[in-house]
């Protein structure tokens, strides 16, 4: 149902380049969760916003996407808006910054349902009401007249999931959907991402930093690391074996659920690995090729696949 | 919710008679009396006492200024000590063509301002952009005096388009007569009101069009205008009614040099020659009423926090 | 904003089209628009204390005399005609026969007895007292009268018939008929007012009945004064139908609008500066004449300080080069002033004009004296180009015989503070005096106007026996005996009178300027071809 291939998103600043994602290539099927796994700054999130047009203007974007058999031009800024909100739905991470505070919860999850919908503002607040009551918000006839302020973390983070599924998207991301919350509204919200992707047979694109997260819900499992892909495999193999380095530290992170990933950051200090690996600077494992050379993505078995010199 | 607003007009109270206080004691303990404050005046002695007596000038200043209190507050404004006339009614015969002209100014600019502002946030960093943040310093900066007299040399001499003295044609006074009179005098107002309120509508936009909820509007597939309509507004809105807030008192209190250099028969000239000619009632009620002004205004942006933001409904 | 533009550019069309200046009553009504700084704050004649309202006061009213423009000299007005009784104190005045207020009321004698107690009367504020001190019986009526109302008889003040009254002072005073050139009240309307109410009512705002060439129309708060012509003036109407007396506070606002057409007349106060551009339109015509106004170095002899020592003030005196800031700072717009009397006074010494800068004599007045090198201070007020110049002139001067001046720019109200409490050394100053050449208001060591201090007995007693003196040739002596003694005393440094400059529109007729009233002979002017200039 998606496509991605090759996909580049660099920033140009006046003179230097920083490429944010650098080929990149994937696809998710109706009914499939992917997981996209990664630290801070590995990409994952611009990946997110590249696949919805929400990038800056700024930043620009190569490859290609095909949605739901259509080719996405990225500068096409109505295709997009077509898209957004009815086809794609998107939760981000933080839900508090992402309610505008001046406007009811109602009135901002009725949004894309007079949009794209072309409800009228009853029937869309109608509409809002059996939202709220499916995604367990309630009072939902109250609620919807209540401001983002008024209502808890999780709450919120369940509006904003309103909002993305209010007009039934084929493709939902999550970026960072519950990384703001407690943990135990945490496993709510993974809940109603799972219900929905399997009530409605949509695609799930999650992405987050914690590998607990993306077990718990997805099939498959890409990692991410310095802007490219540095492993593929369903859940049960990234879990069970790891192959490449990194992947094998976020595992190694996971124990601690309610501690921030803490992953050394320069462990091999003084290194610079311009043109090689982007794990390099940081692998235990690292020789000299790998500060040198790219390393090429190998297809294993089972659809795995993996980029790492040493394996 | 109304004791705080007891407590506002408490607070109110207090500044207004400060203001009162300290107005008093400036014009007084300055040396010299209204009738000194002309070289030109054509003065007897003998006849300036007489004149400070009738007047009760020559009393000590708490008595001066105990007698103004009590009069103020059963309503008397007093009578000025150059025209020999209530205070209240002078003001009253200068605010309107006063108001004519700021009102006109302010809404003209603060509605260019709104259009380009927005426009600019939207657009960061491109040429229209630049030029208008070079044009929001320079404005603020070039001087109205100088900017007046060039425009009437221009267009009320070289191209004789507009009158360049005063609100009307005497023996005039029609609506069309007023307005085009208007026109120079509005053209260096609102250069100045737009260049100051258009760098604050713009950064109060851009700190908005930068917030997570406009992406996550924008998620949601609303369209830019929309955005920007239902949106970014809304939240920009804070700043800007502060800012409009704070021109309220100065819309009533005149266009000093606009008035000045075009001879715009309004209050801020009027304040001018009052406070020049040690007009002590009068100046005492403009600082009254200014404060009083003021003190609406911040009432009335706090008013409109309100409307606006609902976290701040929140009972106490 | 493109739907817009055309709305905008339709919008200047209409409303620049609608501006008809002037256009409307032309050929018929003729209007005359004279620039003024400020607006007139009262309409009443006796409370006239600022120079806008005695413009405005010369349009509405006319006084009992007035003086010759170029001698000073008493000449009739209202007063047809006068006489003086042999022994020089008692003088009979009748009125003009044909003189009425504007309401058709008659001018009569009780009109000029009336504003006369008005003016003596403990309640009355204004200036005018000073001119009427030396009516017999006026002293005691300002001390004793208990009433609130002018009423009751001053001695010297007698109402003759109804057009004719008497007038007797305490002793001969020569100048008195050169002061009586205030208007009357119309003592029908404001006889029942009292006196310390007058200022504030509201005949000194509508002025409903007067007796000028030009009657109250419109007064505009802060815009202009509108006039129109008195048909029953006593001089006959006037030519020019309507006056507007417009107050626009910016100098070059009104040199623009006069180039522009829009206006016609800027009487006394155009810059010296701008006469040059205002020439080269051959629209504009430029009149100028002297004032009794002139500008002096106050020397504070009061202090202890080196300049009570007569030969440090020489040294000063012989610095300052008079023909030098006439010619280059005020371009010859000006008189050099050598001493207290003006060129307009009958006693003025033309011989007195030598230029005595001497820079070797100063320094040797300075070091006879005692002092090798000095310092002093010199006050002046912001705001006036002129007197800056001066100022810096007279530093570098000074700085050449071994004086250090310091200069001290003060705002008008720490100036003027200084000045009372005698806070300075030197100080520049101006004044205006009387069109008569008495010098005792300012030097007299008894005169309330001795702002200096002065005194001198010999000059107290030639002041004195000059003012009971009829005859001009006799006074004359007697006042230039005063000012050589005055100025071998040196209280001050004279610089220069001022004249006025007026720019009129070229098609304004019998313009004449009076050193004291720029309205003089207003009934007589008249526009070329019966409207404004264009």
């Known amino acids: 149902m998606l496509a991605v291939k090759d996909l580049e998103i660099t920033f140009s600043e006046k003179n230097s380049i920083f490429k944010a994602v650098r080929k990149v290539s994937f696809s998710v099927q109706a009914g499939e969760i992917l997981g996209i796994v990664g630290e801070s700054g590995s990409g994952k999130s611009m990946t997110a916003l590249a696949l919805t047009g929400l990038l800056p203007p700024e930043a620009k974007v190569c490859g290609s996407m095909s949605f739901a058999g259509k080719t996405m031009h990225f500068e096409d800024n109505s295709q997009w808006q077509g898209l957004r909100g009815s086809k794609i739905g998107i939760v981000f991470q933080d839900p508090a910054a992402c309610l505008n505070p001046l406007k009811t919860v109602g009135k901002q999850v009725a949004e894309p349902l007079i949009l794209h919908k072309g409800l009228t503002p009853k029937e869309a607040e109608v509409e809002t009401i059996r939202l709220f009551s499916a995604l367990g918000i309630e009072p939902a006839v109250q609620r919807i007249h209540h401001y983002p302020h008024q209502l808890s973390g999780g709450q919120q983070q369940r509006v904003m999931l309103a909002a993305a599924i209010a007009c039934k998207p084929m493709l939902l991301i999550a970026d960072e959907p519950t990384t703001a919350l407690d943990v135990t509204v945490q496993a709510q919200i993974l809940r109603l991402l799972h219900e929905y992707v399997h009530n409605h047979s949509a695609a799930l694109l999650l992405i987050s930093h914690d590998l607990g997260v993306i077990a718990q819900l997805a099939d498959e499992v890409l990692v991410m690391c310095g802007g490219t892909i540095v492993e593929k495999g369903s859940v049960y193999q990234i879990m069970q074996k790891p192959l490449h380095p990194y992947t094998k530290l976020l595992l190694a992170s996971l124990p601690r659920l309610d501690a921030p990933l803490k992953l050394p950051l320069v462990a091999n200090e003084g290194l610079t690995a311009e043109g090689g690996c982007v794990f390099a600077a940081r692998c235990p494992h690292y020789r000299a090729i790998c500060l040198e050379k790219e390393p090429p993505t190998k297809l294993l078995a089972e659809g795995r696949q993996t980029a790492c010199h040493i394996l | 919710m109304i004791f705080q607003l007891v407590r506002r007009f408490t607070q109110t109270l207090l500044v207004l008679f400060g203001v009162s206080v300290a107005t008093f004691l400036t014009m007084h303990w300055a040396p010299g009396h209204p009738l000194q404050a002309n070289p030109e005046l054509r003065l007897d002695p003998t006849a300036v006492e007489r004149w400070l007596q009738l007047r009760n000038l020559d009393q000590p200043l708490p008595a001066q200024y105990l007698s103004w209190l009590s009069r103020m507050l059963r309503g008397d404004f007093g009578q000025s000590l150059l025209y020999n006339r209530p205070v209240i009614e002078l003001i009253r015969e200068r605010l309107p063509s006063t108001l004519l002209l700021t009102v006109t100014a302010f809404l003209i600019g603060l509605f260019l301002a709104l259009v380009v502002g927005i426009y600019v946030a939207k657009k960061q960093n491109s040429w229209v952009d630049r030029m208008v943040q070079v044009y929001s310093l320079a404005g603020i900066s070039v001087p109205g005096y100088w900017l007046g007299i060039v425009l009437i040399i221009c267009f009320a001499y070289r191209f004789p388009l507009f009158s360049a003295v005063g609100m009307r044609t005497p023996g005039d006074g029609s609506l069309p007569d007023i307005l085009q009179h208007m026109v120079l005098p509005l053209i260096v107002m609102v250069f100045h009101n737009f260049a100051y309120y258009v760098r604050h509508v713009r950064s109060a936009v851009l700190n908005v069009l930068n917030l997570d909820f406009v992406r996550a509007a924008k998620a949601r597939g609303l369209t830019d205008k929309q955005v920007m309509l239902w949106h970014v507004l809304p939240n920009s809105a804070i700043p800007i009614v502060t800012i409009a807030a704070l021109s309220l008192p100065v819309l009533f209190t005149g266009a000093m040099m606009a008035e000045q250099v075009f001879a715009w028969p309004g209050i801020g000239r009027f304040i001018v020659t009052s406070t020049m000619a040690r007009d002590y009632p009068v100046i005492m009620t403009v600082n009254l009423y200014t404060a009083a002004l003021v003190a609406i205004a911040n009432f009335l942006a706090d008013v409109l926090y309100l409307f606006i933001d609902p976290r701040l409904r929140v009972k106490a | ?534």
């Open chain 3, 1 to 534: 904003m493109r739907r817009l533009l055309p709305l905008l550019c339709l919008l200047i069309l209409i409303l620049s089209g609608c501006h008809g200046y002037k256009e409307h009553g032309a050929g018929q009504e003729s209007e005359l628009h004279v620039a003024a700084i400020a607006g007139p704050v009262t309409l009443n004649p006796i409370f006239v204390r600022d120079s806008a309202s005695a413009e405005v006061a010369s349009l509405l009213h006319a006084s009992l005399l007035i003086t010759d423009p170029d001698t000073l000299e008493p000449m009739p007005h209202l007063v047809s005609s006068w006489d003086v009784l042999g022994d020089n104190l008692t003088y009979i005045f009748t009125l003009q026969e044909n003189a009425y207020w504007t309401d058709g009321v008659s001018i009569t004698a009780e009109d000029a007895a009336f504003t006369m107690r008005v003016i003596c009367h403990p309640d009355y504020t204004g200036w005018l007292f000073l001119p009427l001190r030396y009516v017999a019986g006026a002293q005691e009526y300002k001390e004793n009268h208990q009433s609130l109302f002018a009423d009751g008889l001053i001695e010297g003040i007698e109402v003759l018939g109804e057009k004719t009254f008497s007038v007797t002072l305490k002793e001969p005073y020569a100048p008195f008929l050169s002061l009586l050139t205030f208007p009357l009240l119309p003592a029908h309307l404001l006889s029942a007012v009292e006196v310390g109410q007058l200022e504030a009512h509201e005949y000194s705002l509508k002025l409903p009945v007067s007796s000028g060439p030009y009657l109250l129309a419109e007064w505009d708060a802060d815009e202009y004064v509108h006039v129109k012509a008195n048909p029953d003036f006593f001089l006959g109407k006037p030519e020019i139908d309507h006056i507007y007396y417009r107050f626009i506070p910016n100098v070059e606002t009104q040199v623009i609008e006069l180039l522009a057409g829009k206006l016609d007349l800027i009487p006394t106060a155009v810059k010296v500066e701008d006469v040059k551009l205002l020439q080269t339109d051959p629209q504009i015509k430029i009149y100028t004449n002297p004032r009794l106004v002139y500008d002096y170095i106050a020397i504070n002899t009061n202090k202890d300080s080196p300049l009570q020592d007569r030969r440090v003030r020489q040294a000063l005196a012989t610095l300052v080069n008079r023909r030098e800031i006439v010619d280059n700072v005020l371009l010859g717009y000006a008189d050099p002033l050598y001493g207290p009397l003006l060129p307009l006074h009958f006693a003025y010494d033309e011989s007195l004009q030598a230029e005595t800068v001497d820079l070797a004599a100063a320094r040797e007045l300075l070091v006879a004296a005692g002092y090798n090198n000095l310092q002093l201070n010199l006050i002046f007020n912001a705001g006036n180009l002129v007197r800056e110049n001066v100022a810096l002139l007279l530093k570098e001067q000074a700085a050449k015989i071994g004086i250090e001046i310091q200069l001290s720019l003060l705002e008008w109200e720490a100036f003027l503070a200084a000045v009372n409490e005698g806070d300075y050394e030197l100080a520049i100053l101006g004044r205006g005096v009387e069109a008569d050449p008495d010098l005792s208001y300012h030097w007299h060591s008894e005169s309330l106007g001795n702002a200096l201090g002065y005194k001198n007995e010999e000059v107290d007693l030639l002041l004195e026996q000059a003012s009971r003196l009829t005859t001009q040739r006799e006074r004359t002596f007697l006042y230039r005996q005063a000012q050589k003694k005055i100025l071998e005393d040196i209280p001050a440094i004279w610089l220069y009178s001022r004249q006025a400059i007026h720019a009129a529109t070229a098609t304004l007729e019998k313009f004449r300027p009076h050193p004291e009233s720029v309205f003089f002979n207003v009934h007589e002017w008249t526009l070329k071809g019966g409207e404004g200039s264009q």
